[in-house]
């Protein structure tokens, strides 16, 4: 139980970040952790940094199979997910505030990182490429794209603690 609530946070935001919608970023967070769930041998023992990383890869992975389903289900919605947010109500306009908020402070961060940790964080997210296509297409080792990877996930996650968001 101490893991869940240590990291669903996180992969829930992680998701929402990439879908802009909280009712399908907690199904992706709720998949991830069964999979952590049924294998403990994976996490056991390993780095927190590792483990959000991991994590954030199976979010960012399983949210955009979530899209490509929808999209071939001819939705049309969401096919520019990272720029839309919530459709805003009177009941949700304080979370839509609160989550602009949260995605505006984690894209000060990003476009305030050296290049380095930008160019491995786009491409992994943005462009969807596993960490072996970035180290070909960067001309880097694939360890050097792993340690990128999770420098960057840990900046973001400083400035989302400092910014009273708790945990990313």
């Given at each position: ?36 769930f049924c294998n ?32 071939r289900n001819g ?12 459709d805003v109500s ?79």
């Open positions: 139980m101490k893991f869940y609530d240590t990291h669903n946070d996180f992969v829930a935001r992680v998701a929402c970040c990439i879908l802009g919608n909280e009712r399908d970023a907690l199904d992706v967070a709720d998949q991830a952790m069964w999979y952590a403990p041998e994976k996490f056991r023992g390993a780095p927190i940094c590792a483990v959000r990383s991991y994590l954030a890869g199976m979010a960012r992975t399983r949210s955009l199979d979530m899209i490509r389903r929808a999209r939705y049309t919605d969401i096919t520019n997910v990272l720029d839309t947010l919530y009177d009941e949700n306009v304080e979370q839509a505030v609160e989550m602009k908020d949260f995605r505006d402070a984690v894209e000060r961060c990003v476009r305030s990182m050296p290049d380095i940790y930008r160019d491995t964080l786009a491409l992994r997210i943005a462009k969807g490429m596993t960490f072996k296509e970035i180290s070909v297409r960067l001309g880097i080792p694939i360890d050097t794209v792993k340690s990128r990877w999770r420098r960057g996930i840990v900046m973001i996650e400083r400035v989302v603690r400092s910014r009273g968001y708790g945990s990313l």
